[in-house]
């Protein structure tokens, strides 16, 4: 759904610039609170795993296919707040890497596809998981239907958008309906995507999934007749190997790799719902061509490598590496202004024995 430049005008670009940069400004204080010495890696892995699976279209119609949005995904596994800044990772390094989306865009794409992705669908999530039963299945359930939802309520805010905003004179009440009915379709990929990663990671690693903190139910007991809760035991503390994400960073690593190096070469070359719906109702009459469209890695392929495959393969290769190291960096930052911020709350006195 990465909007080009052209399709939506100056004043509401840059009205949707300010507004993705007042998000990503509130999503860095935020974040602080989400990232600790464990999630901090873990959320730049998120983002490389996000910009992996980006890559893989996946057909939902006939001549139109879809990718991940990632805002659920990553929502649910290291935090809302920080979930923002990972898909914002993401976008900007398609944008200015691999022309994948305008740079004008790009406050369109990042309130879009980071911010509205992540806000509903972890909306919904938390608001499921308080009904649901508190187990692991309830959580995954959960990120199903929140990821599911996302997607279209993405498609529906960017036909807001160009609403206000859009450069050709086209039928708004038909460009809502094709946008909101592919991408439904579109969110049934994104769900099973997000259930089945959040499920993988929550299977071995319940305590670095954001969303499934606090599932142990309390024990009832009854008193008098009543229910009340049961004394909570002091937790026994977790060996080092438990409580290492090196593993699970190393295999998620491992797996961006192989997605976006290899399996991306099968992905579906059909356009996506946004430029199918752009070609068949004429949003793309004004569209843009990138600047930087002649950049090494446009179109996620090697300049001078002639090889499809390879080609293909090193700009995935080339992407992950690149996202994951910018992400970590960020988040790393976050978590050390946070450290920072604690040492300067500490006062002489409070030190002094």
Same mark, same amino acid.
């Not at 004008?104 to 990042?110: F, K, S």
């Not at 993405?154 to 909101?180: C, E, N, P, Q, R």
């Not at 229910?227 to 290492?244: G, T, Y």
């Given at each position: 759904?990465?909007?080009?430049?052209?399709?939506?005008?100056?004043?509401?670009?840059?009205?949707?610039?300010?507004?993705?940069?007042? =998000?990503?400004?509130?999503?860095? /204080?935020?974040? /602080?609170? &989400?990232?600790?010495?464990?999630?901090?890696?873990?959320?730049?892995?998120?983002?490389?795993?996000?910009?992996?699976?980006?890559?893989?279209?996946?057909?939902? +119609?006939?001549?139109?296919?879809?990718?991940?949005?990632?805002?659920?995904?990553?929502?649910?596994?290291?935090?809302?707040?920080?979930?923002?800044?990972?898909?914002?990772?993401?976008?900007?390094?398609?944008?200015?890497?691999?022309?994948?989306?305008?740079?004008?865009?790009?406050?369109?794409?990042?309130?879009?596809?980071?911010?509205?992705?992540?806000?509903?669908?972890?909306?919904?999530?938390?608001?499921?998981?308080? @009904?649901?039963?508190? #187990?692991?299945?309830?959580?995954?359930? =959960?990120?199903?239907?929140?990821?599911?939802?996302?997607?279209?309520? %993405?498609?529906?805010?960017?036909?807001?958008?160009?609403? @206000?905003?859009?450069?050709?004179?086209?039928?708004?009440?038909?460009? =809502?309906?094709?946008?909101?009915?592919?991408?439904?379709?579109?969110?049934?990929?994104?769900?099973?995507?997000?259930?089945? #990663?959040?499920?993988?990671?929550?299977?071995?690693?319940?305590?670095?999934?954001?969303?499934?903190?606090?599932?142990?139910? /309390?024990?009832?007991?009854?008193?008098?007749? &009543?229910?009340?809760?049961?004394?909570?035991?002091?937790? !026994?503390?977790?060996?080092?190997?438990?409580?290492?994400?090196?593993?699970?960073?190393? #295999?998620?690593?491992?797996?961006?790799?192989?997605?976006?190096?290899?399996?991306?070469?099968? +992905?579906?070359?059909?356009?996506?719902?946004? !430029?199918?719906?752009?070609?068949?109702?004429?949003?793309?009459?004004?569209? &843009?061509?990138?600047?930087?469209?002649?950049?090494?890695?446009?179109?996620?392929?090697?300049?001078?490598?002639?090889?499809?495959?390879? %080609?293909?393969?090193?700009?995935?290769?080339?992407?992950?590496?690149? #996202?994951?190291?910018?992400?970590?960096?960020?988040?790393?930052?976050?978590?050390?202004?946070?450290?920072?911020?604690?040492?300067?709350?500490? %006062?002489?006195?409070?030190?002094?024995?």
């Amino acid at each position: 759904m990465h909007a080009p430049d052209g399709f939506i005008n100056a004043p509401v670009s840059a009205a949707a610039g300010l507004v993705a940069a007042g =998000a990503i400004a509130v999503s860095l /204080r935020g974040a /602080r609170r &989400e990232l600790d010495e464990a999630t901090a890696p873990l959320a730049g892995l998120v983002a490389a795993f996000s910009f992996a699976v980006q890559m893989l279209n996946f057909p939902v +119609a006939a001549g139109t296919s879809g990718h991940l949005l990632g805002g659920a995904l990553a929502a649910i596994l290291v935090g809302p707040f920080t979930g923002v800044l990972c898909v914002s990772v993401v976008l900007l390094m398609q944008a200015v890497l691999f022309a994948d989306g305008g740079l004008t865009a790009l406050g369109v794409n990042i309130t879009d596809m980071a911010i509205v992705t992540t806000v509903v669908a972890y909306a919904l999530f938390r608001g499921l998981v308080t @009904v649901l039963p508190r #187990t692991r299945r309830s959580v995954t359930v =959960a990120s199903f239907v929140a990821a599911l939802v996302s997607v279209p309520a %993405s498609a529906l805010v960017f036909t807001l958008l160009y609403a @206000v905003g859009g450069t050709a004179d086209v039928s708004i009440g038909k460009v =809502a309906t094709a946008m909101v009915g592919v991408h439904v379709l579109i969110g049934i990929g994104e769900a099973v995507i997000t259930a089945l #990663t959040v499920g993988a990671v929550i299977a071995v690693r319940p305590d670095l999934v954001h969303g499934a903190r606090g599932l142990k139910q /309390r024990l009832k007991l009854r008193v008098n007749g &009543e229910l009340v809760d049961a004394p909570q035991a002091a937790p !026994e503390p977790a060996p080092a190997a438990a409580r290492s994400s090196r593993t699970v960073w190393i #295999t998620g690593l491992v797996a961006s790799l192989v997605l976006a190096g290899f399996v991306s070469f099968y +992905a579906s070359a059909d356009p996506d719902g946004l !430029e199918k719906v752009a070609t068949d109702h004429g949003i793309d009459q004004k569209a &843009e061509e990138h600047a930087i469209a002649d950049s090494p890695l446009a179109d996620y392929g090697v300049e001078d490598v002639d090889d499809a495959r390879l %080609s293909g393969g090193l700009a995935g290769v080339i992407g992950v590496g690149v #996202t994951v190291v910018a992400g970590t960096g960020v988040f790393w930052a976050v978590r050390r202004r946070r450290t920072g911020d604690a040492a300067d709350a500490v %006062s002489p006195a409070d030190t002094s024995v």
